[in-house]
Structures are given as C-alpha cells and as structure tokens.
C-alpha cells in the first residue's frame, strides 16, 4: 500500500498563490506517476495535473495550464503543486493520487487523467480562493 498525505491548503484572495505538497510513503515502485485532482462542491473529481515519478514529464488540464506547476522531490518522495493566479473558481478539495506505471504503460507522452486510473489517494486539502 500507498499512504499519500496532502498538505499546503488554506484560504487566498484571487490573484495569490499556494503550494500544496503530497508526501509519500509505504510500498514503493520503480516508477508511478503522480496526479492532483480536485472537486468543488456539486461538482465531479476533475484533473488537475500529473507528473511521472521517474522521468519527470508533466501534464496539465487547460484550465489550469500557464499558471499551476506540477514538481517532484524524489528523495523527499514527495510532489508539488505550485498554484499561482488563483481564481474564485479554483476553489475545490484538492487531492493527490498516484499509480504504478509498468513497463509500457503511459510511456511517451500518455498520462493518467481520469480518477479510476488511479490506485491510491490521499485524504485532500481545501483550497479556497476569495473574490
């Protein structure tokens, strides 16, 4: 098993910035990607951004692109998510997720964006953005 523990969340004004962290710990694999999602109230889990553990490559939804930043400390075993120019509207839970990528799974430029992709999650931080 997995335990992945978020942290970072709290309460911004529009236009501020936050960093959230997901630490890692538990079974360890030789390479996994690392995904954020999150999820306003009403409204379904969406995808935020991945990243793959071991080779380091990214990928954002289009609503977030240009202004969140998804980073890894591997020795820390730990990921980032750098959110800058917050907006109203990026006020959700955000929750970290990872799964194990065997060999030729998400290879190249493929990644995991949907929730049921994902095997482990962490428990969620609330990020609130005030107009």
């Known amino acids: 098993q997995v335990q992945l523990v978020e942290s970072g969340g709290g309460l911004v004004q529009a236009g501020g910035s936050l960093r959230l962290s997901c630490a890692a710990s538990?079974?360890?694999?030789?390479?996994?990607?690392m995904g954020w999602f999150r999820q306003a109230p009403g409204k379904e889990r969406e995808f935020v951004a991945v990243?793959?553990?071991?080779?380091?490559?990214?990928y954002y939804a289009d609503s977030v692109k240009g202004r969140f930043t998804i980073s890894r400390d591997n020795p820390k075993n730990t990921v980032y998510l750098h959110l800058n120019s917050l907006k109203p509207e990026d006020t959700a839970v955000y929750y970290c997720?990872?799964?194990?990528?065997?060999?030729?799974?998400?290879?190249?430029?493929?990644?995991?964006?949907?929730?049921?992709?994902?095997?482990?999650w962490g428990q969620g931080t609330q990020v609130t953005v005030s107009s």
């Open positions: 990243i793959k553990r071991r080779v380091g490559g990214t």
């Open positions: 538990g079974r360890t694999y030789a390479s996994y990607a």
């Open positions: 997720a990872a799964v194990p990528i065997d060999a030729g799974k998400y290879s190249g430029n493929t990644y995991p964006t949907r929730v049921y992709e994902y095997d482990y």
